[in-house]
């Protein structure tokens, strides 16, 4: 597949004011939205575009609550290199599987849930020691 | 002598307290960012002792960088790294350290087999390194760590004499006499 480098390029901005950020954000967002079927084609996903748009929406969610005007481009800026990278065709099947479509949020199983699946148990689970139980990063604030 | 003892007590004084330190910011991630206090009205009132510092604007670098959620609120322990016992030179303890609270649930076991020390803590080794304490400050609030600062040992260069191996001292027998 023939792509043209400059296809889809932007440039870095620094949007005016809320105003301007939430329509850069929204276009972004439309951009992505409409692609989906086309992603699925490209890389001949195993996945339907519906699963594409709610995996690209969570990842708008996310950032939903940001104020900050400096991240706002930043993050505007991250993703349109990644759209571009994406329909451009530049990624591998993993990338848009694992980076682009797959849920962020580790799923906070009980140590019986994850026994019963045989997943994760290694010898550690035997003696009692559980050390998947503890989520890194959560210093009990 | 004298001398030499209020410079040790306040050696001692400071190496016991560490002060938290409470930056106030505005990190505009969230809608739900607490308000920032006017303390006007005190200074009008004579009440202000304590100096307001101006707000600062804080990138959200946490956001940006993709770090993972769990690590945005972290506690962290700015500090300047003591020298090396070992060695008679004071190099690198001018510098300030970031490193990393152990977590709460104690991530840490050791391994049944070879007793290897493990931890699922990704960020226990971690340390930075930054000129001063300031950076080192500014650093923690742009990633949103929770940063509490130590302060610097007060150094001590004991005073060394020859001579005073030979001084007649009555009361105490001191072995050391440089320490």
Redesign the interface.
Same mark, same amino acid.
């Given at each position: 597949m023939t792509t043209i480098p400059a296809r889809l390029a932007s440039l870095t901005r620094t949007s005016g004011g809320p105003a301007e950020s939430r329509k850069r954000a929204l276009k972004l967002y439309r951009d992505w939205y409409r692609s989906a079927p086309e992603i699925c084609g490209i890389y001949a996903l195993s996945v339907s575009p519906a699963y594409v748009r709610h995996s690209i929406r969570q990842r708008f969610e996310k &950032?939903r &609550?940001?104020?900050?005007?400096? $991240?706002i481009d930043?993050?505007l800026l +991250?993703s349109r290199q990644d759209y571009q990278e994406t329909m451009n065709c530049w990624k591998q099947i993993d990338h848009v599987m694992g980076i682009l479509l797959q849920t962020q949020e580790r799923p906070n199983k009980t140590f019986l849930e994850r026994f019963y699946e045989g997943l994760g148990v290694d010898? &550690?689970v035997f *003696?009692g020691?559980d050390? +998947? $139980?503890? *989520?890194?990063?959560?210093?009990? *604030? | 002598m004298s001398l030499l003892r209020i410079c040790t007590s306040t050696a001692s004084v400071s190496r016991r307290s560490a002060v938290q330190v409470i930056p106030q910011l505005s990190r505009g991630v969230t809608t739900e960012a607490a308000p920032t206090v006017v303390r006007k009205d005190e200074e009008k009132s004579g009440l202000g002792d304590i100096a307001v510092q101006p707000t600062r604007d804080v990138l959200v670098a946490d956001v940006i960088s993709g770090a993972p959620r769990e690590l945005h609120h972290r506690s962290v322990r700015i500090y300047q790294p003591t020298r090396n016992t070992m060695q008679s030179g004071s190099g690198k303890s001018e510098r300030w350290r970031i490193d990393f609270d152990t977590l709460a649930g104690a991530g840490r076991w050791e391994n049944p087999l070879m007793g290897w020390a493990s931890s699922g803590d990704y960020m226990q080794g971690t340390r930075m390194t930054f000129k001063s304490k300031e950076d080192a400050m500014h650093f923690a609030e742009k990633q949103g760590w929770d940063y509490y600062v130590q302060h610097a040992t007060v150094k001590r260069i004991p005073p060394k004499n020859y001579a005073e191996n030979y001084v007649y001292k009555p009361n105490t027998l001191r072995i050391m006499r440089t320490k």
């Open positions: &950032n &609550n940001v104020t900050d005007q400096r $991240a930043v993050l +991250k010898d &550690n *003696i020691k050390e +998947k $139980a503890v *989520i890194p990063a959560a210093s009990g *604030i | -």
